[in-house]
């Protein structure tokens, strides 16, 4: 599991871009279903029949991961940038970026007396060019970065750029290669742009046309040192969501996990989000709508380069989709 979170997370693939993260999934799963392909804005839709008895079920977990987009080479080489996705200015000062041709930069802040004067107009890029002639022998307008990726193992615990996402991935990817048989006509979707407003999980959700509807993704926590209140904690199981920004869980999806968690005996939490959304927000709201949930892994530093997963937490969000998948519904 650790290294399937390892090389999923280094892989780059921001919001449009997502061709990589695409053809590594395609492989790693393509024994495994009934059919694959690729739509026409880029997520990935993989197929497995059931038996006839049961529901058309989507799963959708997103590929792409939030960057910069560079917008600007001065004379002497320096790069501006403005964000893709939802990235904090605040943070990225000594951050080191990568391009998707391997160059790899730091950035730097101009002068500034207080903290809330750096916004992405006083940032730049450093790739270490000293003209914009050299730069531009590496990039152009419009390429995008994405924090170099890091990764390491701390106890039960997984430190790595990127897990917003591609932990969603890999839990997919792993939901697949344990499913023995299920009921249902399972459409597995690798979703684009979701961090730049949930567009590839639109268009997928109204080609599919589903009965159901299942977005995995990360949730931020509240249990670290004088934290924002809420009440998600890393090792306490599989994340249920109730509601974020962007939609309510149905009913009827959240009576599912709950009773199929408890069932089980899957270590789970109830996860009620202030800010932020996933893809079921914009699923459920297609054709005349579709009933969505969301099973969140918890992760704390989400959007930093060192977001924290409990391995735990991922076996039983493993586990918590393997039964719903196995349930009559
Ligand atoms: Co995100
Ligand atoms: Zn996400």
């Known amino acids: 599991m650790k290294d399937l979170i390892e090389e999923i997370t280094g892989i780059f693939g921001p919001s449009g871009s997502e061709e990589?993260?695409?053809?590594?999934?395609?492989?790693?799963?393509?024994?495994?279903v009934d059919g694959i392909e690729t739509d026409k804005l880029g997520n990935l839709i993989a197929f497995k029949k059931g038996n006839g008895e049961?529901?058309?079920?989507?799963?959708?977990?997103?590929?792409d991961q939030i960057g910069l987009l560079i917008t600007h080479i001065d004379e002497n080489g320096f790069l501006r940038f403005t964000k893709i996705g939802g990235v904090n200015p605040k943070r990225l000062i000594?951050?080191?970026?990568?391009?998707?041709?391997?160059?790899?930069?730091?950035?730097?802040?101009?002068?500034?007396?207080?903290?809330?004067?750096?916004?992405?107009?006083?940032?730049?890029?450093?790739?270490?060019?000293?003209?914009?002639?050299?730069?531009?022998?590496?990039?152009?307008?419009?390429?995008?970065?994405?924090?170099?990726?890091?990764f390491d193992v701390s106890g039960n615990r997984v430190?790595?750029?990127?897990?917003?996402?591609?932990?969603?991935?890999?839990?997919l990817i792993m939901v697949l290669e344990k499913l023995k048989k299920s009921p249902h006509d399972i459409y597995f979707v690798f979703t684009v742009q979701e961090e730049v407003g949930l567009r590839g999980a639109k268009t997928a959700?109204?080609?599919?046309?589903?009965?159901?509807?299942?977005?995995?993704?990360?949730?931020?926590?509240?249990?670290?040192?004088?934290?924002?209140?809420?009440?998600?904690a890393l090792g306490n199981g599989t994340a249920i969501k109730i509601k974020d920004q962007a939609s309510i869980?149905?009913?009827?999806?959240?009576?599912?996990?709950?009773?199929?968690?408890?069932?089980h005996g899957i270590k789970h939490q109830l996860e009620v989000l202030?800010?932020?959304?996933?893809d079921a927000g914009s699923i459920h709201l297609t054709?005349?709508?579709?009933?969505?949930?969301?099973?969140?892994?918890?992760?704390?530093?989400?959007?930093?380069?060192?977001?924290?997963?409990?391995?735990?937490?991922?076996?039983?969000?493993?586990?918590?989709?393997?039964?719903?998948?196995?349930?009559?519904i």
Do not use: W
């Open 249 to 263: 869980t149905h009913p009827m999806i959240k009576e599912l996990l709950i009773l199929t968690a408890k069932k």
């Open 94 to 150: 000594g951050q080191r970026f990568i391009l998707a041709n391997g160059m790899t930069g730091t950035v730097g802040v101009e002068k500034v007396d207080e903290e809330k004067e750096i916004k992405f107009d006083k940032l730049y890029l450093d790739i270490g060019a000293s003209s914009r002639e050299e730069a531009e022998k590496h990039v152009s307008i419009g390429d995008s970065a994405i924090y170099k990726p890091q």
């Open 205 to 232: 959700a109204y080609q599919i046309n589903p009965d159901l509807a299942l977005a995995v993704d990360v949730t931020i926590t509240g249990d670290t040192p004088e934290a924002h209140t809420m009440d998600v």
């Open 287 to 328: 054709r005349g709508g579709i009933p969505s949930g969301t099973i969140s892994l918890p992760i704390r530093y989400v959007h930093t380069p060192s977001e924290m997963a409990d391995l735990n937490d991922i076996k039983a969000s493993i586990e918590l989709i393997l039964r719903v998948l196995g349930e009559e």
């Open 20 to 32: 990589k993260v695409r053809t590594v999934i395609n492989k790693k799963i393509s024994n495994y």
């Open 54 to 63: 049961g529901k058309k079920i989507m799963l959708a977990a997103h590929m």
């Open 274 to 278: 202030e800010h932020g959304g996933t």
């Open 159 to 171: 430190i790595s750029s990127y897990l917003d996402n591609r932990l969603g991935c890999a839990v």
